[in-house]
């Protein structure tokens, strides 16, 4: 015997996953009076995904007095959004139209059950081993869906040749480039050993490891104690003076910076190696 919950819904009538509301034309697949009614007669809310609604006779009554529809002997109508699980084909296209040249295998998904619409994969939804999707239906709803994943593209890296040590500035010449089968990064990674010179490892990388950005902090451009050049921004005006640096800082922060006459104190932007700039007066 069909269970009293499988035998509900195998009974209730479809609404297209696009449309918000039930309209006389659905009503009318169960009930032929109502297609005396314009099909496009608004009946009331379509229920959610994996939800049910249902019309009661009485209400159906009341429903059929206001667009002229003569009733007949109405029963309770069920209406249901039709849902079924994502197939694992449709993920995987999806996520290759945003990675096309990468190489990705699913490993599991989601199974929860989904209404019929467009389904994507951002790539602001790659986090880890964990691709997270939607599928678009209705006016503006997205049901979200996901999967576990290995994803990886052929990447030019920056590798280590030798250990990089915390603290310590790296030395462009103790990295090469090679081109490796690495996962996506959100973050652009660096092109050529020459753009990491300088950095500063927050964390010890072994000689042969790609080494990404997000492990490193810029490199300090201006030290405490040190003699700056100060460019002084007065409206259309731009002057030059001298300043102590009161704290070290790397490109685009801001620092405390000492005028050496006045002795007073003011902040000021570092814009590259002993160079800083400051909006008006000193």
């Not at 169960?30 to 608004?42: I, R, T, Y």
């Not at 990468?102 to 602001?124: C, H, K, N, V």
């Not at 462009?172 to 690495?182: F, M, N, V």
């Not at 996962?183 to 500063?200: D, F, H």
Request: aromatic residues 4%.
């Amino acid at each position: 015997m069909m269970p009293l919950a499988a035998w509900v819904l195998a009974a209730c009538l479809a609404v297209d996953a696009g449309r918000e509301r039930i309209t006389a034309a659905d009503l009318a697949r169960a009930l032929p009076e109502w297609s005396q009614a314009p099909p496009g007669a608004d009946l009331g809310y379509a229920p959610a995904p994996g939800l049910t609604r249902i019309l009661r006779a009485p209400e159906l009554r009341r429903l059929a007095a206001e667009h002229g529809v003569a009733p007949e002997a109405a029963s309770d109508v069920c209406f249901q959004r039709p849902v079924e699980p994502v197939p694992v084909e449709r993920m995987l296209a999806a996520m290759r139209r945003r990675l096309p040249d990468a190489r990705i295998r699913i490993l599991e998904a989601s199974r929860a059950a989904a209404p019929a619409g467009e389904i994507d994969f951002p790539l602001t939804g790659l986090r880890g081993n964990y691709w997270f999707g939607a599928v678009a239906y209705g006016s503006g709803h997205r049901f979200t869906v996901w999967a576990r994943v290995e994803v990886t593209l052929a990447i030019k890296c920056v590798v280590a040749s030798a250990d990089l040590i915390p603290g310590r500035p790296i030395d462009a010449a103790q990295l090469h480039i090679e081109t490796r089968d690495e996962p996506p990064v959100q973050s652009a990674p660096a092109a050529t050993p020459e753009e990491l010179a300088g950095w500063i490892p927050r964390r010890r990388i072994a000689s042969g490891d790609a080494v990404d950005r997000r492990w490193l902090d810029p490199p300090v451009l201006v030290k405490r104690g040190q003699l700056v050049t100060v460019e002084v921004v007065v409206g259309a005006a731009r002057l030059k003076a001298e300043g102590l640096a009161e704290t070290s800082g790397s490109l685009g922060q801001t620092i405390s910076v000492q005028n050496p006459d006045s002795k007073r104190h003011y902040r000021a932007r570092v814009e590259g190696a002993g160079r800083v700039s400051v909006k008006g007066t000193l």
